[in-house]
Protein backbone atom coordinates (compact mmCIF):
# COMPACT_ATOMS: atom_id res chain seq x y z
CA UNK A 1 0.00 0.00 0.00
CA UNK A 2 2.51 2.65 0.99
CA UNK A 3 4.71 1.39 -2.16
CA UNK A 4 2.34 2.70 -4.52
CA UNK A 5 1.13 5.79 -2.32
CA UNK A 6 5.49 6.81 -3.01
CA UNK A 7 5.00 5.94 -6.70
CA UNK A 8 1.76 7.89 -7.45
CA UNK A 9 3.94 10.84 -5.22
CA UNK A 10 6.68 10.83 -7.87
CA UNK A 11 4.31 10.05 -10.44
CA UNK A 12 2.19 13.46 -10.08
CA UNK A 13 4.48 16.12 -9.73
CA UNK A 14 4.24 17.41 -12.78
CA UNK A 15 0.10 17.33 -13.04
CA UNK A 16 -0.68 20.72 -12.57
CA UNK A 17 2.19 21.81 -15.48
CA UNK A 18 -0.84 20.96 -18.03
CA UNK A 19 -3.11 24.27 -17.12
CA UNK A 20 -2.22 27.65 -15.32
CA UNK A 21 -2.91 29.01 -11.72
CA UNK A 22 -2.60 25.93 -9.71
CA UNK A 23 -1.20 25.86 -6.68
CA UNK A 24 -0.22 23.05 -4.00
CA UNK A 25 -1.54 23.15 -0.57
CA UNK A 26 -1.46 19.65 0.22
CA UNK A 27 0.13 16.07 -0.53
CA UNK A 28 -1.07 13.15 1.40
CA UNK A 29 -1.17 9.29 1.14
CA UNK A 30 0.21 10.00 -2.46
CA UNK A 31 -2.74 12.14 -3.24
CA UNK A 32 -1.77 15.62 -4.59
CA UNK A 33 -4.13 18.35 -3.35
CA UNK A 34 -4.36 22.08 -5.91
CA UNK A 35 -6.20 25.25 -5.70
CA UNK A 36 -6.72 28.32 -7.63
CA UNK A 37 -8.65 31.06 -8.08
CA UNK A 38 -11.68 31.77 -10.37
CA UNK A 39 -12.48 34.61 -12.00
CA UNK A 40 -15.41 36.46 -11.27
CA UNK A 41 -16.06 34.06 -7.69
CA UNK A 42 -14.67 34.32 -4.15
CA UNK A 43 -14.72 30.67 -3.82
CA UNK A 44 -11.38 28.94 -5.41
CA UNK A 45 -11.42 25.97 -7.80
CA UNK A 46 -10.03 22.53 -6.03
CA UNK A 47 -8.28 19.46 -7.61
CA UNK A 48 -7.24 15.72 -6.54
CA UNK A 49 -4.99 13.75 -8.00
CA UNK A 50 -3.57 10.56 -7.49
CA UNK A 51 -2.62 7.42 -9.39
CA UNK A 52 -4.84 4.27 -8.83
CA UNK A 53 -3.49 0.84 -8.96
CA UNK A 54 -6.40 -0.48 -10.94
CA UNK A 55 -7.54 -0.86 -14.33
CA UNK A 56 -9.56 2.52 -16.08
CA UNK A 57 -12.35 0.29 -15.80
CA UNK A 58 -12.72 -0.69 -12.21
CA UNK A 59 -11.82 3.01 -11.62
CA UNK A 60 -14.68 4.55 -13.57
CA UNK A 61 -16.83 1.58 -12.31
CA UNK A 62 -16.19 3.12 -8.59
CA UNK A 63 -16.46 6.35 -9.72
CA UNK A 64 -19.72 6.22 -10.99
CA UNK A 65 -21.15 3.99 -8.30
CA UNK A 66 -20.05 7.04 -5.95
CA UNK A 67 -21.49 9.79 -7.81
CA UNK A 68 -24.72 8.04 -8.67
CA UNK A 69 -24.73 6.76 -4.97
CA UNK A 70 -28.52 6.73 -3.34
CA UNK A 71 -27.60 7.03 -0.11
CA UNK A 72 -24.66 9.78 0.05
CA UNK A 73 -22.97 10.80 3.19
CA UNK A 74 -24.44 14.58 3.63
CA UNK A 75 -28.11 13.98 1.97
CA UNK A 76 -31.19 14.60 3.68
CA UNK A 77 -33.19 13.72 0.73
CA UNK A 78 -32.25 12.28 -2.98
CA UNK A 79 -34.64 12.25 -5.21
CA UNK A 80 -33.33 10.91 -9.14
CA UNK A 81 -35.24 12.70 -11.56
CA UNK A 82 -33.55 10.96 -14.70
CA UNK A 83 -31.13 7.46 -14.25
CA UNK A 84 -29.71 6.18 -17.38
CA UNK A 85 -26.54 4.48 -18.39
CA UNK A 86 -24.30 7.29 -18.73
CA UNK A 87 -26.22 10.41 -17.64
CA UNK A 88 -28.50 11.00 -13.77
CA UNK A 89 -30.34 14.14 -12.86
CA UNK A 90 -30.37 13.65 -9.20
CA UNK A 91 -32.11 16.44 -7.15
CA UNK A 92 -30.47 17.01 -3.52
CA UNK A 93 -31.45 18.47 0.18
CA UNK A 94 -28.10 18.69 1.09
CA UNK A 95 -27.06 19.04 5.14
CA UNK A 96 -24.07 22.01 5.75
CA UNK A 97 -22.52 22.64 9.33
CA UNK A 98 -22.70 25.66 11.07
CA UNK A 99 -24.88 26.92 7.62
CA UNK A 100 -28.23 26.88 6.43
CA UNK A 101 -28.90 23.73 4.30
CA UNK A 102 -28.68 24.38 0.75
CA UNK A 103 -30.82 22.44 -2.44
CA UNK A 104 -30.15 22.03 -5.96
CA UNK A 105 -30.73 19.54 -8.60
CA UNK A 106 -27.34 18.10 -10.30
CA UNK A 107 -26.49 16.81 -13.64
CA UNK A 108 -23.77 14.00 -13.89
CA UNK A 109 -22.43 12.41 -17.37
CA UNK A 110 -19.82 10.31 -18.41
CA UNK A 111 -18.03 11.14 -21.60
CA UNK A 112 -17.53 9.15 -24.65
CA UNK A 113 -13.76 7.86 -24.24
CA UNK A 114 -11.23 9.76 -26.04
CA UNK A 115 -8.38 8.05 -28.02
CA UNK A 116 -6.26 7.41 -25.64
CA UNK A 117 -8.79 6.00 -23.43
CA UNK A 118 -9.59 8.43 -21.29
CA UNK A 119 -13.13 8.76 -20.04
CA UNK A 120 -14.55 12.16 -17.69
CA UNK A 121 -17.78 12.11 -15.60
CA UNK A 122 -18.57 15.35 -15.31
CA UNK A 123 -21.28 17.54 -12.63
CA UNK A 124 -23.16 20.74 -12.63
CA UNK A 125 -25.59 22.47 -10.89
CA UNK A 126 -28.77 21.95 -13.31
CA UNK A 127 -31.93 23.24 -11.41
CA UNK A 128 -34.34 24.10 -14.64
CA UNK A 129 -34.13 20.29 -14.38
CA UNK A 130 -35.59 20.14 -11.10
CA UNK A 131 -37.70 21.21 -8.60
CA UNK A 132 -38.71 24.85 -8.06
CA UNK A 133 -36.52 26.93 -4.72
CA UNK A 134 -37.46 25.33 -1.62
CA UNK A 135 -37.79 28.52 1.10
CA UNK A 136 -36.26 25.81 3.64
CA UNK A 137 -33.03 25.81 1.81
CA UNK A 138 -30.40 28.11 0.18
CA UNK A 139 -30.50 27.13 -3.62
CA UNK A 140 -26.78 26.18 -5.06
CA UNK A 141 -26.55 27.42 -8.15
CA UNK A 142 -23.08 27.11 -9.43
CA UNK A 143 -21.34 24.12 -8.62
CA UNK A 144 -19.38 22.35 -11.08
CA UNK A 145 -16.46 19.49 -11.70
CA UNK A 146 -15.20 16.62 -13.57
CA UNK A 147 -13.53 13.08 -12.27
CA UNK A 148 -10.89 12.27 -14.67
CA UNK A 149 -9.82 8.81 -15.61
CA UNK A 150 -6.59 7.77 -17.66
CA UNK A 151 -5.06 4.88 -18.56
CA UNK A 152 -1.05 4.66 -17.73
CA UNK A 153 1.41 2.61 -20.02
CA UNK A 154 1.71 0.09 -17.24
CA UNK A 155 -2.70 -0.61 -17.12
CA UNK A 156 -2.73 1.44 -13.61
CA UNK A 157 -5.09 4.77 -13.69
CA UNK A 158 -4.30 8.32 -12.99
CA UNK A 159 -7.11 9.73 -11.47
CA UNK A 160 -7.63 13.28 -11.23
CA UNK A 161 -10.69 14.95 -9.52
CA UNK A 162 -11.82 18.86 -9.80
CA UNK A 163 -14.49 20.77 -8.04
CA UNK A 164 -16.38 24.17 -7.58
CA UNK A 165 -18.91 25.28 -5.86
CA UNK A 166 -20.14 28.37 -5.05
CA UNK A 167 -22.41 27.58 -1.20
CA UNK A 168 -24.75 30.35 -1.83
CA UNK A 169 -26.09 32.80 0.21
CA UNK A 170 -24.14 35.14 2.19
CA UNK A 171 -21.15 33.08 3.34
CA UNK A 172 -17.75 34.41 3.16
CA UNK A 173 -15.46 32.36 1.58
CA UNK A 174 -13.16 32.12 4.51
CA UNK A 175 -15.47 30.14 6.00
CA UNK A 176 -16.15 27.29 4.13
CA UNK A 177 -12.63 26.65 2.90
CA UNK A 178 -11.70 24.29 5.07
CA UNK A 179 -15.14 22.34 4.83
CA UNK A 180 -14.60 22.25 0.44
CA UNK A 181 -10.78 20.95 1.22
CA UNK A 182 -12.15 18.36 3.71
CA UNK A 183 -15.00 17.11 1.59
CA UNK A 184 -12.47 17.10 -1.43
CA UNK A 185 -10.41 14.50 0.72
CA UNK A 186 -13.79 12.42 1.83
CA UNK A 187 -14.58 12.38 -2.33
CA UNK A 188 -11.35 10.39 -3.09
CA UNK A 189 -10.68 8.65 -0.05
CA UNK A 190 -14.16 7.38 -0.57
CA UNK A 191 -12.90 6.01 -4.68
CA UNK A 192 -10.16 4.60 -2.74
CA UNK A 193 -12.31 2.87 -0.27
CA UNK A 194 -14.76 1.66 -2.70
CA UNK A 195 -11.59 -0.04 -4.77
CA UNK A 196 -10.26 -1.74 -1.55
CA UNK A 197 -7.35 0.36 -1.23
CA UNK A 198 -7.88 2.43 2.30
Not at 18 to 30: E, F, R
Not at 55 to 67: D, H, I, M, S, Y
Not at 138 to 159: E, F, I, N, Q, Y
Amino acid sequence: MRAWCVVASLALASVATGDTGWSVYDQKDGILYEQRSVVGSSFDEYRASVLVPKTPQETLGAVWAQVTDKTPRKQLRSTFIREQADEVVVYQQISVPAISDRDATFRIWKSPPSDDGTTEVHFEAANDLGPPPNPKFVRLTDVRGSWVVAPTPDGKTRLVYTSHSDPGGSVPAFVTRGAQKDHMVLDVTGILKRLGLR
